[in-house]
């Protein structure tokens, strides 16, 4: 439907006469007290040219009409109008790759509103803007109205999405330092290859190529070139729209070193040589390095904050030597405007109640305002994993200059999963893995989950349920039901089974450090036994049960719980079974490792581990509570590979303590890290100890010496689920022990 702009006057007789009576037609729905509220003459004014002329023009501008004319008859003036039709219903045709429910909340124009040309072309233009932030610039789109009784309309959007339009090539020019190859790897715009169906990394994006400008900037701040620019990012499109050929033009300047450190205090009390010994992640001699001077930066703010300066402003002053390609930075170190936290916004949780956000900050109402404490923030609100966005930022209050407003806005995903799995484990063979999981309960952030693993050689069932923040307090508190069932195998001549409940509860001292209690209950059965067995197993036929308290501590620095590439742990923990039931035994473990950042995508971990129990009251310790080693434990040997034996049977009757050391270093396999391919090469080594009491030391074969294997593999993130793959070779074992050169593990949960 189009819009035309008419207006019959009979100009010349403008000039004479007042207006007698205002006549308004065509109108359906609009009153017309309505339309004159928008005229800008009334009965009794002079028919002025200039004045209807601006009354046409106001009545079009309020997009309530299609068409509208004005003339004079005698001494009246006559206003027709035609009604632009209302939109009864909007629908949406042909889209596959975007929801309907998406391009709703797009589009300008809703049902029970005013159709108008104009806004549907808006509307087209937005809906071809999904589509190309979706990687397909060839969509098109063609609105249709479908007219209907009463002046109603069906407006249709007809779309043709078109195939999706993918990066064919990424150039460069001006890089001297780096491939071509090598900077393509740190974009996240991809070329287009075979095996990234199920990624859309290789489909354009505008927003995504300005982000790969930010990352080529971040990739060469880090590696010392000071001056780096990125001058263009081109984005051409082929003829046929269903290509893009993208060129980046850099300009990489000198590579600087580190000169002099220094920091300069305008503070009288906070003395700079008091902060220098804070700067320990960089040294002079060093390539400059953008990431590692913002984390001196934070570094320094939080050492003066445990100073008790919670307002102070450090700016980096950097000095050029370009003849020698050294930077100097100076430390600038002044007093901040002292700004207090006024409140907390917190925007977009429609499911998750305030205070599961709240609690998570550092920082509460009336607090000094503190950067290193947002930020902590920020991070702990991530990685809840209950939200998609998580933005926190800090705005000026619109009451006081000293004031600071926390803005929050989060965009919730689902936190409820329903997983299948299926897999083989050199230590289980085949399984079926199902399970039901919901990490934020009725939006209080509990977790409860439910699973069923099915093995060929072991089948688990248990039920969990975690308050994170039992009583409003940062006390972690659950119970746990467990079954399982041991069938048996190479390393086992028995079948164990064991049913049981826990309950738990962990208090985080501070950010690092947390403490972590449990008491056990639970019944064993040993049966099945295999006649041919040694006489040691046979004994351990029949229930048990067993009552214990344990307590765990661990101090975690690690930048990842998930992925770490640095940082550090230290754990130990004990365990006492006595307080009740059959078993009567304590148990103490301990453990640390270490993170080694060896490159961009290489790290070493450095870890060891080690258990020792003691009966009590001369109560034997029974088999299935002892310690072994091998399989995931101990590469090279399978499971239960390490341990004493019966000599005759060759059985494994398990050691009271164990200890283990291992040395790994994964790496990249110059595959694109999209495909998460990693190598790696270990050494474990590790010694167990001797059999209980209970068993007559001259009868069992057992040794305490030391056990050494080496060893490759390769560790891959597949769309089935992740697969290690391991080749471990002993070096150094002793009698009885059974090696396992190959391993494999894989599965998969969706």
């Known amino acids: 439907m189009g819009v035309l702009l008419a207006a019959t006057l009979p100009f010349g007789a403008?000039?004479?006469?007042?207006?007698?009576?205002?006549?308004?037609?065509?109108?359906?729905?609009?009153?017309?007290?309505?339309?004159?509220?928008?005229?800008?003459?009334?009965?009794?004014?002079?028919?002025?040219?200039?004045?209807?002329?601006?009354?046409l023009k106001s009545l079009y501008a309020t997009g309530l009409f299609a068409d509208v004319s004005i003339r004079r008859e005698g001494d009246s003036l006559v206003v027709k109008v035609v009604e632009n039709p209302i939109i009864n219903r909007i629908a949406f045709e042909g889209n596959k790759r975007v929801k309907s429910d998406q391009l709703q909340t797009e589009v300008q124009l809703k049902p029970r509103t005013v159709y108008t040309r104009t806004k549907v072309q808006g509307d087209v233009k937005r809906i071809l803007d999904i589509y190309r932030r979706n990687g397909r610039f060839a969509a098109s789109v063609d609105p249709k109205i479908i007219e209907l009784p009463q002046n109603r309309i069906d407006l249709v959007f007809e779309i043709n999405e078109g195939p999706s339009t993918n990066v064919t090539r990424i150039d460069f020019v001006g890089n001297r330092e780096y491939s071509d190859s090598a900077l393509r790897e740190i974009l996240q715009t991809k070329e287009e290859r075979w095996y990234r169906f199920l990624s859309s990394d290789d489909t354009y994006d505008p927003d995504k190529v300005n982000y790969d400008r930010e990352l080529l900037r971040r990739f060469y701040l880090k590696n010392g070139y000071a001056d780096f620019r990125v001058i263009s990012s081109v984005a051409e499109l082929s003829p046929d729209r269903e290509r893009f050929f993208i060129t980046f033009g850099l300009e990489e300047g000198e590579r600087y070193h580190l000169g002099k450190l220094d920091v300069k205090s305008a503070i009288r009390e906070l003395k700079a040589e008091d902060l220098q010994a804070s700067i320990t992640k960089i040294e002079s001699g060093d390539w400059y390095n953008a990431d590692l001077v913002e984390s001196t930066?934070?570094?320094?703010?939080?050492?003066?904050?445990?100073?008790?300066?919670?307002?102070?402003?450090?700016?980096?002053?950097?000095?050029r030597h370009?003849?020698?390609?050294?930077?100097?930075?100076?430390?600038?170190?002044?007093?901040?405007?002292?700004?207090?936290?006024?409140?907390?916004?917190?925007?977009?949780?429609?499911?998750?109640?305030d205070k599961v956000i709240r609690r998570e900050f550092r920082l509460v109402e009336g607090d000094a305002f503190n950067s290193a404490k947002l930020r902590r923030s920020r991070e702990r609100l991530k990685d809840l994993n209950f939200f998609e966005k998580a933005e926190v930022n800090a705005q000026p209050s619109e009451t006081s200059p000293d004031r600071t407003v926390i803005k929050v806005d989060v965009t919730e995903k689902s936190t409820g999963e329903l997983s299948f799995g299926i897999g083989w484990s050199s230590a289980v063979g085949a399984l079926l893995d199902i399970g039901a999981r919901e990490r934020n309960l009725l939006g209080r952030g509990q977790d409860l989950n439910v699973n069923a693993s099915l093995a060929i050689k072991r089948t688990q069932l248990s039920l969990g349920f975690t308050e994170p923040y039992f009583l409003d307090r940062r006390v972690a508190a659950g119970f746990d039901l467990f079954a399982t069932r041991t069938s048996p195998q190479q390393s086992l001549v028995y079948s164990a089974s064991t049913a049981g409940g826990d309950l738990r509860a962990g208090y985080y001292y501070n950010e690092y450090l947390s403490?972590?209690?449990?008491?056990?209950?639970?019944?064993?059965?040993?049966?099945?036994?295999?006649?041919?067995?040694?006489?040691?197993?046979l004994d351990q036929k029949g229930i048990t049960t067993m009552s214990s308290l344990g307590h765990s501590v661990l101090y975690d620095r690690r930048d990842s719980k998930v992925d770490p590439t640095s940082g550090y742990y230290l754990r130990f923990g004990n365990e006492v079974a006595g307080l009740g039931g059959s078993e009567h035994f304590l148990r103490n473990s301990a453990g640390a490792g270490e993170y080694i950042k060896l490159g961009e995508n290489t790290v070493m971990l450095l870890a060891t581990s080690g258990g020792y129990m003691t009966a009590l009251n001369n109560s034997p310790i029974r088999i299935n509570q002892r310690f072994y080693l091998g399989g995931d434990s101990f590469r090279g040997f399978r499971e239960a590979g390490v341990s004493p034996r019966d000599p005759t049977t060759r059985d494994a009757l398990g050691g009271l303590w164990q200890a283990t050391a291992t040395a790994e270093v994964k790496f990249p396999l110059g595959l694109p890290k999209e495909l998460g391919v990693q190598g790696k090469v270990f050494s474990d080594a590790g010694s167990?100890?001797?059999?209980?009491?209970?068993?007559?030391?001259?009868?069992?074969?057992?040794?305490?010496?030391p056990r050494l294997t080496v060893g490759s593999g390769i560790v891959w993130k597949s769309p089935m689920g992740p697969i290690n793959i391991d080749l471990g070779m002993p070096l150094i074992k002793q009698q009885g022990d059974q090696s396992q050169i190959f391993r494999l593990n894989f599965g998969t949960r969706f």
């Open 14 to 55: 403008l000039a004479a006469g007042q207006i007698q009576q205002i006549s308004i037609q065509g109108n359906q729905r609009i009153e017309p007290e309505t339309i004159r509220s928008y005229l800008s003459v009334a009965e009794g004014d002079p028919f002025d040219e200039n004045k209807i002329d601006k009354t």
């Open 297 to 319: 930066i934070q570094t320094l703010t939080d050492e003066a904050g445990n100073k008790g300066y919670a307002f102070i402003d450090i700016k980096p002053v950097f000095v």
């Open 322 to 353: 370009r003849q020698e390609h050294i930077v100097d930075i100076t430390f600038d170190v002044h007093e901040g405007p002292r700004v207090f936290v006024e409140r907390i916004d917190i925007q977009g949780n429609v499911r998750t109640l």
């Open 515 to 537: 403490h972590s209690f449990k008491y056990t209950l639970s019944v064993t059965n040993v049966s099945n036994i295999d006649p041919t067995a040694s006489i040691y197993i």
């Open 688 to 705: 167990i100890g001797s059999t209980d009491s209970s068993v007559p030391k001259n009868s069992v074969l057992q040794s305490s010496s």
